[in-house]
């Protein structure tokens, strides 16, 4: 079992007693676009239960802002960093799902099923990954849309400068 201590007040932090570091890197959107989080841990048998090991971690985002959280498990032989990394990448994911929950409840509009504007049967019901991929059809169809103004207006000054040469 591995959670977090519900509860958990801050400041039980010692760097005397700290075990270790490390930094875990998040790739966001594509490869090249990476986001560095920094941990620091102390590691021992929880005051309130020595059945279970305590982990107090002090994270760090790439805004450098800081947190100190608890993480608790039964099995006291488990990699501290491996612990951390479990609980910190199911902790981003839940965020990032979060975010898409946010875009929905703003943006409801932009989740309608297709079919029931077109009179289509009004039961059906999106899966999460046909609203994440409405969402970035939304936003490339966005950008798509903004290269086809630049292109009409383009054609027009053209059009206007090639008029322009033959009134001459």
């Not at 979060?98 to 509009?109: A, C, L, V």
């Not at 999106?126 to 849309?145: C, H, T, Y």
């Amino acid at each position: 079992m591995i959670t977090w201590e519900k509860g958990y007040k801050n400041g039980n932090w010692d760097d005397d007693k700290k075990h270790g570091e490390f930094v875990m890197p998040k790739y966001r959107n594509n490869s090249r676009d990476i986001m560095f989080f920094k941990f620091k841990y102390i590691s021992s048998d929880w005051s309130k239960n020595n059945k279970l090991k305590q982990i107090i971690v002090k994270a760090t985002n790439p805004k450098e802002n800081t947190i100190e959280v608890s993480i608790l498990t039964t099995d006291k032989q488990i990699d501290e960093q491996e612990v951390i990394r479990l609980m910190f990448k199911r902790w981003l994911q839940e965020n990032d799902l979060g975010s898409i929950r946010n875009y929905i409840k703003n943006n409801p509009y932009s989740c309608i099923d297709s079919t029931r504007r077109r009179g289509g049967s009004p039961s059906k019901s999106l899966s999460l990954p046909d609203v994440i991929g409405r969402i970035k059809m939304a936003q490339i169809e966005k950008f798509g849309s903004r290269w086809l103004k630049m292109k009409k207006i383009k054609l027009r000054f053209k059009k206007a400068k090639n008029s322009q040469i033959t009134e001459v």
